[in-house]
């Protein structure tokens, strides 16, 4: 059994698609982009923010840094709480809390609004740490939030560790840091993109992903 999990929140435990679809589209507009068709700018959920909009978008630096800056005047107010639950989100966590596993949330999202959300969808009381990024930009790479929250969590046996998301960067980070990873389909990354990343697992549903970390 992996004696601690750190999950993802967009794409994990929750399905984020329209508050920050919506987000996008409203900050892209300021820069001339209109995007009506939401279904397009699902590859923003997951990664930081600014790379979306540098990668994605190919915005300049300074624009990507104004762009997040537009998102969060919308995401603040109206998008944080576009958000819903996955069916089986609290039914997987409770029986995992029944079984001693210890939960965190590592989540590129910056930390204040991950708190919002799982206090909003009550799953807050499921974890021990909730990690995020800092709203200046620092901690926004993933494997930064994944070592904050293993040094919260004063973890020394990496042996014991599983990060769970939906995206490359939830696999990659875990892989710098020196922990197991396993990729859920059911968010917003393809199972080739978590596989050719390295994840040391796949889970189609919540089920699964509750197999692979008690009977690890």
Do not use: W
Not at 138 to 162: H, P, W, Y
Not at 171 to 192: D, H, L, P
């Amino acid at each position: 059994m992996y004696k601690t999990v750190f999950f993802d929140l967009d794409g994990t435990l929750t399905d984020p698609k329209e508050g920050i679809t919506k987000c996008v589209s409203y900050a892209l507009g300021f820069f001339g982009i209109h995007e009506n068709n939401l279904d397009n700018l699902t590859g923003y959920i997951g990664p930081p923010l600014i790379d979306g909009f540098s990668e994605i978008a190919g915005l300049s630096e300074k624009d990507a840094i104004k762009a997040v800056e537009r998102y969060r005047e919308r995401y603040g107010k109206t998008g944080i709480f576009e958000n819903r639950l996955y069916d089986g989100t609290t039914n997987m966590l409770e029986n995992l809390r029944k079984n001693g596993v210890r939960m965190c949330i590592a989540s590129s999202k910056p930390e204040v609004f991950v708190k919002r959300i799982s206090e909003k969808y009550k799953i807050s009381e499921y974890f021990e740490h909730q990690t995020g990024s800092e709203l200046d930009g620092r901690r926004n790479d993933k494997a930064e939030v994944i070592a904050e929250t293993l040094k919260r969590c004063g973890i020394t046996d990496l042996s014991e560790v599983i990060m769970v998301g939906d995206r490359r960067h939830d696999i990659e980070g875990a892989k710098k840091c020196g922990i197991k990873s396993a990729g859920v389909t059911f968010g917003y990354g393809s199972e080739e993109e978590l596989r050719s990343s390295g994840a040391d697992h796949i889970a189609n549903s919540f089920d699964e992903l509750e197999k692979i970390i008690l009977e690890k």
